[in-house]
């Protein structure tokens, strides 16, 4: 065969080529290669380069010069074959979350490729340090309107401070103790505080003055939260192990919930039930009914006591970090859904015994947690990262 179509190339003013040697068979070859054999295709050699996006070249350029940082000894995803099926999942273009997660995920099923859920995340730093406090700063509260705060400390007053400036614009006196808990209104132009010396206060903005006094608990008051759909009702925890809710025009316990068997270290409300969610000293996380004032269910997992219990502001889940550890929890119900481990989280040696004491969830998803020792770790609420 070889012998006749040599002697008609002869005759043929066309050249004729091999099969072996023709450009269409090398293609299909090494495209089986890589498919069957990756270990013995040839290396991908791109002799055009393919036509871009100028938009997608913009936004590539921002990530790669936001990641420029990051240390080039981290694990590369592992190179796969090219399928004109699958350019757009592949591409990471940092516009929406849900495809960087999705991405991660992919590449969390494959044995050996490194997550980089790690790699997106912004670089925080430092923006201000706001001094003033005479005493440790023992809580703080953003207003809704992410234009001021306040924080409560050890010198028994509360200094409300302009977000953006950092400047303090107002000092409320009225505690004789530390002040342990704050609580703004969604709805009214209400401070709530509470402190070492029994007090629950409700504080007047407009007035910056004290138009409700609180009387029932018979030690400290450590937290205080409003709710979320009623206007009227306060929450408060105590050490002398019970839980008040509160009606604000009346300035009376509408109930007292009991049930820990030490200090009740925070509370948190929420919209749905349960709507009132305590934890404790004891070690315990209570979800209460708040109609009917008896305990729904006592969550057991953690062995030390609980410092923080974050409700999420769009799913029905609940975080709570005390000494021994970060967990998540799913609501109503209280099932236990998983542990925040940290060991996969670049972060000092020192964390490793960390004591937990606040916790706070963003609209972003971000998990901030800040330990007794003063360090704050910033987690993504879906990677855990």
Known sequence: LRQRIAANSKTSEA??????????????????????????????????????????????????????????????????????????????????????????????????VASSVAQQQPHWKLSKVLTGHRGWVRCVAVDHSNEWFCTGANDAIIKVWDLVTGACKLNLIGHKESVR????????????SCGDD???????????????????????????????????????????????????????????????????????????????????????????????????????????PVRAVVPHHSEQSLLSCGADNIRKWKLPEGDFVTNINLKSVAKPPSTAMCVWVCAAISK??????GSEDGQLMLIDWESHS
Request: charged share 25%; hydrophobic share 35%; net charge neutral.
């Open 181 to 192: 808990g704050l609580a703004l209104s969604e709805h009214t132009p209400y401070l709530y």
């Open 198 to 304: 029994h007090a629950l206060k409700g504080w007047d903005l407009e007035r910056n003055e004290v138009v409700r006094d609180f009387h029932g608990h018979s030690s400290a008051v450590y937290s205080v939260a409003t709710h979320p759909a009623l206007d009227h009702v306060v929450v408060s925890g105590s050490r002398d192990r019970t839980v008040r809710v509160w009606d604000v025009r009346s300035r009376a316990a509408v109930s007292t919930l009991k049930g820990h068997s030490g200090g009740v270290l925070t509370v948190a409300c929420q919209a749905t039930d349960p709507q009132v969610i305590s934890g404790g000293d004891d070690g315990m996380i209570y979800l209460w009914d708040m109609v009917a004032g008896t305990a729904i269910t006592r969550l057991t997992r953690h062995n030390k």
């Open 15 to 112: 050249p004729i080529y091999w099969p072996e040697e023709s450009e269409g068979f090398k293609l299909r070859s090494a495209v089986l290669l890589r498919k069957f054999a990756p270990h013995a295709a040839p290396p991908l050699v791109n002799k055009e380069e393919p036509a871009v996006d100028k938009s997608l070249t913009h936004a590539l350029s921002i990530v790669s010069s936001s990641t420029s940082e990051m240390p080039s000894s981290r694990v590369r995803p592992r190179e796969e074959p090219v399928n004109s099926n699958n350019v757009v999942s592949n591409a990471i273009v940092a516009v929406d979350p849900s495809l960087l997660r999705d991405k991660a995920k992919r590449e969390e099923q494959q044995p050996g």
């Open 364 to 369: 972003r998803n971000t998990v901030a947690v």
